[in-house]
């Protein structure tokens, strides 16, 4: 059966039909054409279809597009400037080489936009923590731990 | 060098962090249909009947084929270079679907709908019946005597294959008793041991996923996440029974393979759907369940061991006879048994010899294939197992013992294979050093209480590509465009690696042509790249290096000649610098790389370079081409941009300027390292905390060290999870018990501590920029190490993957420990 939402979509607001049954992470790959939202296991185990629902994290794949009926959604496709600069946690991303396969970049990336959010400094220990519901295959998790130390982190100490 | 040997940013970083990158999912077109594979819920049996009648009356169901409906074609899945001599070709043993059931899972009928729910829907109601065998699900059920043949048109019992290697002349026995005469008996010490490691799955991020249709020009053309286009498109071809021509497979970004992707899983299938259909797109992604329990696993092996050495640490003999699952399907065969059975083998200098046998073994369960270092972490885990063994009978100190006993400089291996650099004992310095092998030695030792801390080590060696053992051939195409940049296009595959990146690296280094202006083309698609056979065996910046620098020595030969015309003056005194077109000066002496100098900076490497000796096709000539390092660039002449614009518009002499060649790589390297680990075992939980873990690697001279060494932190993850939770479970039924990411267990964020990475760059003579293999090797020796540190910890010998805390906790029991 379906019925009439409205959502705002990375600022946008979208009037869909959907299925009652649909998952948010299948409305946004499927009606919306947000191909950054991923699908690892469907069942909420890995974080790669994380995006941010009022400013919290969540699993798409475990979300009823229904749900969101009057909410803002941000997705990665939803971070870049008009003008085409990146979010410092995308570019620290970059420049750490935390990326390799990419998979689970989005929704890492998502997950640290949502830390961002809430205007506090993290020890590498509370960042390994913050990401566990994310899993990823390439890195073993050092470089994208360095990325998030670098935005989200407390201040180096200068050497000497 | 100019962009060799610098950390450059990935050039597919900005596209992946921005979701912008396009994985073969967020490809499909709109109107795609959908397929479901239906699998069998028995492990071992016969399909009687499938009625779907029933079935195909579900509003949404377009096709449903059964094992009854596919061509009677037997195929083979393996990602390796075809073979054109029969003998060696891989085993065709499964069909697109099969009516006999070789598994719990196997693959019985697929069902094509507007929608995943209309495909569900009309599985639950599918009539099927089944003759049922018992499940054969473990090597012993599968040797019994009277076991069901899985295969009996191919074997006549479950025995895939059967292999014996030796080094040396004597028998064990026979070793026995000419050490007994040489060192005496009493001077002579035993260890056997039986050690087992565990099924895993690759859990890639992104599942085996694929869409087909058939294309106006009648070509069914199959989008694939997979790292081997090529041989994916000869495998479609052979399952179809279609000529290869009419196949074409195309490869966008993929969310990681680890081998699961060296195979061909379900994409012949996928096209025979599409077909099914008219020729309508149709998808088939697998479910994370499905890909864990139904595409391919590692294989699980027993190394039942022994070993003959002396009271001062001198290893004589050791013989070993391996047990593999293969699981239902060959997949690659004998192949990684074969190879877990040679590098136990030649990992150490066995003084009389070392047999190592070998068997591969159908089993109603998950097929075995490719993952990460192809047996080889096996291989090590038992070899490295039993070296720590061997140190705690004899009492030795486990890295004077490898010191002593491992592999040596200048080793080649019977099939040619060469250490053309070599530095494992450096490595080994190095690590020790790192980790203050020698103080943490002193203080652990007699250590009481429940909790106690343990160093231990491994080695490995790795070789780079498949030759001899099968064909290594590459070939690169390069582009000119009217503003003096470049293509570079390659069916090697960016498979999260970094690939692409390396190659834009060498492709700069060689023409001149600075890496921004290098657009290197991402997607392979058969129907436009050059033949190359893929992402496996480490092989790419190797064997691929060689044919982009092949390519690129001569697009830069051509351009080289254009820009003779244009100045009227001879190339030889032209060279390309940063995009432009330079006079050439004499190199300063002072300048020129002395490769003995290189070596100076290692002054206890055992082992001086090669001479590299002469190669046929001129193969040593590119070997020793070192770009624009020949020469220095002097006064500039001419822009590439105003070069390439006369070249394509020119009245006169109008050229489209581009290279490309085949590269057929002869000879191969042994990449080698070592892993050492610091760790902390809490006895009464069963709870193992590393609190150091160092990887030193010995894999030539690094093209990007920052994606080198990120490539290490990923293996090295893995390598954990393999030591401490990851086992793929299965019932007595056959039916798979943990077939997902919560109940198996990869490594969290929480799981993995910072991770150390040292390398060692020595020159490779035969890499084409120094370089050896790299993409594996970093998973191979954590998980011995791992075991051996729990070993000096607890003077318990864990012999079985992985080492969770259920198994540690009833160890210590059994030990008397707790």
């Known amino acids: ?79 870049k400037t008009p003008t085409g600069e990146l979010n410092p946690i995308q570019q620290a991303f970059v420049d750490e080489a935390a990326v390799q396969c990419g998979f689970c970049t989005p929704g890492l990336i998502m997950t640290a936009v949502e830390l961002m959010g809430k205007g506090r400094r993290y020890t590498r220990e509370e960042l390994r923590k913050e990401i566990a519901g994310h899993l990823c295959r390439c890195t073993g998790y050092e470089n994208i731990l360095n990325a998030l130390e670098k935005v989200l982190g407390y201040p180096k100490e200068k050497e000497g | 060098m100019e962009s060799v040997g610098k950390s450059m940013k990935r050039v597919d970083a900005r596209g992946k962090v921005t979701g912008e990158a396009r994985y073969a999912n967020d490809l499909k077109p709109k109107n795609c249909l959908t397929a479901k594979v239906v ?68 693959d019985i009928a697929a069902i094509v709908g507007t929608d995943n729910v209309a495909c569900e829907r009309a599985e639950r109601l599918l009539k099927i019946s089944y003759e049922e065998y018992d499940p054969i699900v473990t090597v012993d059920q599968a040797l019994a005597p009277g076991a069901t043949p899985l295969h009996p048109n191919l074997r006549k019992d479950n025995v895939l294959l059967h292999t014996s290697f030796r080094s040396g002349e004597l028998t064990y026995e026979e070793a026995k008793e000419k050490a007994a005469e040489e060192y005496g008996a009493d001077q002579l010490l035993e260890h056997s041991a039986v050690y087992q490691t565990a099924r895993i799955a690759h859990c890639h991020i992104e599942s085996a996923t694929s869409w087909a249709y058939v294309d106006t020009n009648g070509k069914v053309t199959v989008t694939s996440s997979t790292q081997i286009p090529h041989i994916m498109r000869r495998v479609i071809s052979q399952a179809l029974g279609w000529p290869v021509g009419k196949i074409r497979v195309i490869k966008p970004y993929i969310g990681g393979g680890f081998g699961n992707k060296q195979d061909v899983l379900y994409e012949p299938l996928n096209a025979f759907l599409t077909i099914a259909c008219g020729g309508r797109p149709v998808e088939l992604e697998i479910s994370r369940e499905e890909c864990m329990a139904s595409t391919r696993t590692r294989h699980a092996v027993r190394g039942e061991v022994k070993a003959l050495f002396t009271r001062d640490g001198k290893l004589l003999a050791r013989t070993m006879d391996e047990y593999s699952n293969g699981g239902a399907y060959a997949s690659h065969g004998h192949a990684i048994t074969a190879s877990i059975a040679t590098i136990f083998k030649d990992l150490y200098h066995d003084e009389y010899g070392c047999r190592s046998d070998a068997t591969t073994v159908y089993t109603s369960s998950a097929t075995a294939g490719a993952m990460r270092a192809y047996g080889v972490p096996q291989a090590v885990f038992i070899a490295d197992c039993l070296a ?314 690094l093209i990007n060290p920052q994606l080198a060494q990120a490539q290490v932190h990923g293996g090295m993850a893995m390598g954990i999870g393999y030591a401490l939770s990851e086992e793929l479970l299965y019932d007595a039924k056959g039916r798979p018990l943990n077939d997902n990411l919560l109940d198996f267990k990869i490594p969290t964020s929480m799981d993995i501590p910072d991770l150390e990475t040292i390398f060692l760059e020595l020159d490779d003579p035969m890499g084409p920029f120094g370089n050896k293999a790299l993409g594996e090797p970093p998973v191979i020796s954590v998980a011995p190490a791992i075991r051996n540190a729990i070993l000096n910890a607890t003077g318990v010998a864990m012999n079985e993957l992985p080492m969770t805390p259920q198994r540690l906790v009833e160890a210590f029991r059994e030990k008397g420990l707790i």
Request: hydrophobic residues 35%; negative net charge; proline residues 4%.
């Open chain 2, 39 to 106: 699998h069998a819920t028995i492990a071992n049996g016969r399909v009687l009947s499938i009625d779907t009648s029933e079935a195909e009356k579900v509003p949404g169901v377009v096709k449903i084929v059964t094992c009854f409906d596919v061509p009677d074609i037997e195929f083979p899945t393996a990602g390796h270079p075809w073979s054109v001599e029969p003998a060696h070709q891989d085993i065709a043993d499964r069909k697109l679907l099969n009516e006999r059931v070789r598994l719990y899972g196997d």
């Open chain 2, 388 to 701: 720590d063994d061997i140190c705690q009978a004899g009492g030795f100190d486990p890295l004077k013992f490898r010191m002593d006993n491992c592999v040596g400089a200048g080793f080649s291996a019977s099939n040619g294979i060469t250490y053309y650099s070599y530095s494992m004992k450096e490595c080994m310095r190095r690590g020790a050093e790192a980790i203050g092998w020698e103080e943490k030695r002193k203080a652990y030792a007699g250590q009481t209480g429940s909790v106690r801390h343990g160093v231990g080590m491994s080695i490995f060696m790795y070789k780079v590509g498949v030759h001899p053992i099968s064909l290594e051939t590459s070939s690169a195409r390069m582009i000119l465009n009217q503003d003096g940049s470049m293509q570079v296009e390659l069916s090697a595959t960016e498979i999260g690696q970094g690939a692409d990146t390396v190659f834009t690296q060498m492709a700069s280094e060689i023409t001149g042509i600075t890496p921004d202006r290098v657009y290197i083309i991402s997607t392979q698609d058969t129907d436009l790249a050059p033949f190359d056979t893929g992402a496996y065996a480490s092989r790419q910046t190797f064997v691929t290096g060689k044919a982009v620098k092949k390519c690129g020595i001569e697009f830069r030969k051509k351009i080289l000649d254009y820009a003779s015309y244009m100045l009227d003056r001879p190339a030889e005194e032209l060279m390309i610098w940063q995009n432009q077109i330079c006079e050439k000066l004499p190199e300063d002496e002072s300048a020129k790389i002395d490769p003995a100098a290189a070596w100076a900076d290692f002054p206890d490497v055992d082992f001086k370079p090669f001479e590299l000796k002469d190669l046929p096709n001129g193969e040593d000539s590119i070997l020793r081409d070192t770009g624009n390092i020949e020469g220095k660039p002097g006064k500039v002449l001419l822009d590439m941009k105003d070069l390439a614009q006369t070249a394509f518009y020119s009245l006169s002499r109008s050229e489209h300027i581009t290279a490309e060649v085949t590269s057929h790589c002869k000879e191969n390297s042994f990449a080698s390292g070592c892993s050492f680990v610091d760790l902390t075992v809490d006895m009464p939980l069963g709870k193992v905390k590393i609190n150091r873990i160092i990887n030193v690697h010995d894999s030539g001279r």
């Open chain 1, 1 to 79: 059966m379906l019925q009439i939402i409205n959502m705002y979509v990375n600022g946008r607001r979208e009037e869909l039909a959907v299925d009652i049954r649909e998952s948010l992470l299948e409305t946004l790959r499927e009606k919306l054409n947000l191909t950054s939202v991923k699908k690892g296991c469907g069942v909420g185990e890995c974080g790669a279809c994380t995006v941010l629902v009022d400013g919290v994290a969540v699993d798409a794949c475990l979300y009823l597009t229904m749900w969101a009926d009057g909410k803002h959604i941000l997705t990665t496709e939803g971070l």
